[in-house]
C-alpha cells in the first residue's frame, strides 16, 4: 500500500512538475511576471488585497488572494509576499458533523458567528514570482476557522481552480501536488501546536501567528524528481 501511494505521489508529482515548468516558461516567453494580472502595473501596497475582492472559483468553492506585508511584520520572511488559500461553505459545511471536526471545533477563542471560508494554507512567494515557502498561520490572522489536518489535507488534494486568473492557479495547483507530504506535515504540526496551547484562546492569541512553516526550493525539487526517472 505505500508503495502504491509513493508511485502515486512520484507521477503526481512529475505531472505538476511538469505543469509548473510550462507556466513559467509561457510567463518567461512573454516577459511577463506571474503577478502582472493581480498588480497591473502598480507597486502593491501593503496588507491590500489582490485581487481586491479576492480570486473566488464560486463552482469549485475554492479562493484565494495574494498580499504583502511590512518587513518587519515576518522577521526573517525571505518573501515579496503571499497568497492565502481557502475553502468556501460548500466545500466542507457536510463535514463539520463528523467527531475529528467537532473536536477540533472546541479549540478555544476565535471568531465569532458563521464564516463561509476556512483557511487552507500559505504560499510565499520571492520578487521574481516563484514559491519560496509554505506556511500556516493561526486563526486570528485571516478573520475565519480551520478545519482539522486530516480534512484540510483532502481539500488541498482534491483542489481545481478556475478564478480567471490562469497561471496563479496552475501555480497554485502545481504547487500544493508537488509538496503534498510536506503539506500533510505541515498541518499536523500546525495541529499539534494548537492543541499544546488549548488551555488558553488560542485562536484569539496574538503573539501566536504562524503556526508551521517550511521554505521551499522548486528547482531542487524539479531536479530530484528528473534525477528519480
Known sequence: MRAKRRQCD??????????????YANLAGRG??????????????QWAH???????????????????????DRPGAAEHGHIHLFARRKRWSRRLGSKREAAFARLPGGVEG??????????GFDAKGLPVSLFTVNGWVTGDRMLSAETTASLLEGMALDTGYGEVDAVIEAVVRLYRAEIRDLLERRDRTLWDFAGTDVLSNESIEVLSELAIDVDARLQALEGSD
Open 50 to 72: 489582490y485581487p481586491e475582492d479576492d480570486a473566488i472559483d464560486r463552482a469549485s468553492g475554492y479562493q484565494w488572494f495574494y498580499h504583502s506585508h511590512a518587513p518587519g
Open 32 to 45: 511577463a511576471h506571474l503577478l502582472d494580472a493581480l498588480l497591473l502595473g502598480q507597486t502593491p501596497k
Open 114 to 123: 458563521p464564516v463561509n471560508t476556512r483557511h487552507l494554507l500559505a504560499i
Open 10 to 23: 512520484e507521477g503526481g508529482g512529475r505531472a505538476a512538475a511538469l505543469g509548473l515548468l510550462e507556466t
